[in-house]
């Protein structure tokens, strides 16, 4: 019998994670696009970490902010009655911390390419910057944006370091697809390891290939 | 960053492990065990579900792991541990209930080998050129590991094969790297390799200190009476039985030192 739970699991907290790592990192890319302002490279330096810091590190650094020895986790349990690591919402929020930097930096660029004279050419027509933003920029950016978010997914799904230390490794509950592989591999169950990584790395091949056919195509 | 996506997240998960906590139609679980239990365990927790009901979930590791995650605030409803002191420190720290605590095994080390590597007749045999990587358990936080070590610095031959020394997360990966062939041999827990085709020598067990393993009932409400039938089964006539199969000796019936 193969045990889907895994899988479901990971589909959805990388889809949750997306939503949630979308929004803020195209918001972000457009600011750091856009905006000139004092701390703007040492936000981009932060939302850049997860990618060149080892998973382990930021899997404890956001176990000493969310655990329940913190302010941030006693508020939750004082709020929510149970701790927060250790649940799926801590999963979504690892899952979230590492796809950021993905998103960020691949809407930003796509931001940066779309053609000032055109939204200039809107400006004089009279729109708000705001909706240059909303009705010119992001739309003209859109296979950019889709591509940093495909590859946002891709990056929750495949999360193993940082979600097995604020998630831990409970099957039924907070075992995702990675961690269910490294959980079969320590049990010698290597058919359910294979299954797991064949299926993980297919998900992955199509959406690296979505994200070539996103970024690939001119603006 | 963090403090916006935890708000952002909220919504979604909350569910979670509650969800499957206070869904209590089926009565559930979830134990943390060093990962020498996992054979013994799976079998223990099949039966304990056939007999009552509730479904047993584990997550297996190394013990000081598990005493972390417990720490940090971990939902889980025992912690069966392969060192008493850990379960010391899970009470010491207020997230146990102390009248649980019991001895329920010993745990012995074995030599095992990979297919194609002859097995030692004892452990200083170590020392043989064939032996070019020794796989042991993390010393730092698998009790398996700190045992392998005194072990192996009992018999006299630590200084000559530290170098030679690979380190498992926990107990089951150790036993991973050797079955992989990576390692050519491992000192690992009997209870893992007691079934297993291939054969195994056994340490004399005065060779480390003994491998007292102690367990707790780390649960908080409504899970509480479930954990304790579990842990009360545990050492029960069934659940010894299906311990001294899997290699452990027991509590009470355990010989003098030798």
């Known amino acids: 019998m193969t045990d889907w739970f895994p899988l479901w699991l990971s589909v959805r907290v990388a889809l949750t994670a997306t939503l949630v790592a979308g929004t803020l990192g195209v918001a972000l890319a457009y600011l750091l696009a856009k905006a000139r302002f004092r701390g703007r490279g040492l936000i981009e330096a932060v939302v850049t970490l997860p990618i060149v810091l080892p998973p382990t590190v930021l899997g404890f650094y956001l176990l000493t902010t969310l655990g329940v020895n913190s302010p941030i986790g006693r508020a939750w349990e004082d709020l929510f009655g149970q701790p927060l690591v250790f649940t799926q919402t801590a999963a979504v929020i690892a899952a979230s911390v590492s796809a950021l930097p993905f998103v960020v930096r691949t809407a930003r660029s796509a931001i940066e390419t779309v053609d000032p004279r055109v939204e200039a050419a809107a400006r004089v027509a009279g729109l708000p910057e705001w909706r240059v933003g909303a009705f010119v920029t992001l739309p003209m950016a859109r296979k950019g944006l889709g591509a940093g978010i495909a590859l946002g997914f891709a990056r929750a799904l495949g999360d193993f370091g940082a979600t097995v230390m604020v998630a831990g490794n409970i099957p039924g509950q907070t075992q995702t697809l990675p961690i269910k592989v490294f959980d079969a591999v320590q049990a010698g169950d290597l058919a359910a390891a294979r299954t797991g990584s064949l299926i993980l790395a297919g998900i992955a091949v199509v959406v690296l290939l979505a994200v070539t056919q996103l970024s690939g195509q001119r603006l | ?258």
């Not at chain 2, 996506?5 to 559930?28: K, L, N, Q, T």
């Not at chain 2, 007999?51 to 005493?67: C, D, H, K, M, N």
């Not at chain 2, 940090?72 to 912690?79: I, K, Q, R, S």
């Not at chain 2, 029960?236 to 039985?241: C, D, I, K, L, S």
């Open chain 2, 1 to 258: 960053v963090v403090v916006v996506v935890a708000v952002a997240a909220a919504g979604c998960g909350s569910d979670g492990a509650a969800g499957a906590r206070e869904g209590s139609s089926p009565p559930s679980i979830t134990v943390a065990a060093a990962s020498d239990l996992r054979f013994a365990f799976e079998e223990l927790g099949a039966r304990f579900e056939d007999e009552t009901g509730t479904a047993v979930t584990f997550s297996f590791g190394s013990s000081g792991q598990l005493r972390e995650q417990i720490l940090n605030g971990a939902p889980f409803d025992v912690f069966a541990s392969a060192n008493v002191a850990f379960v010391d420190a899970v009470l010491a720290a207020g997230r146990g209930r102390p009248e649980t605590k019991a001895d329920y095994a010993f745990g012995r080390l074995a030599l095992w080998t990979p297919p194609g590597v002859d097995l030692p007749a004892g452990i200083h045999e170590l020392t043989a050129p064939t032996y070019r990587r020794i796989a042991v358990a993390n010393p730092v936080h698998a009790p398996y590991g700190v045992a392998a070590v005194q072990a192996l610095e009992s018999a006299g031959i630590l200084g000559a094969v530290e170098g030679r020394l690979v380190y498992g997360e926990n107990i089951s990966d150790t036993l991973r790297i050797a079955r992989s062939g990576n390692a050519d041999v491992g000192i690992v827990a009997l209870s893992l390799v007691i079934a297993d085709d291939r054969d195994h020598v056994l340490l004399p067990e005065d060779l480390h200190e003994p491998l007292r393993q102690a367990l707790v009932v780390t649960a908080e409400g409504a899970s509480t009476e479930a954990a304790i039938a579990f842990v009360d089964f545990v050492n029960g006539a069934e659940g010894r039985e299906v311990m001294v199969r899997y290699g452990f000796a027991l509590p009470g019936e355990r010989r003098a030192t030798g």
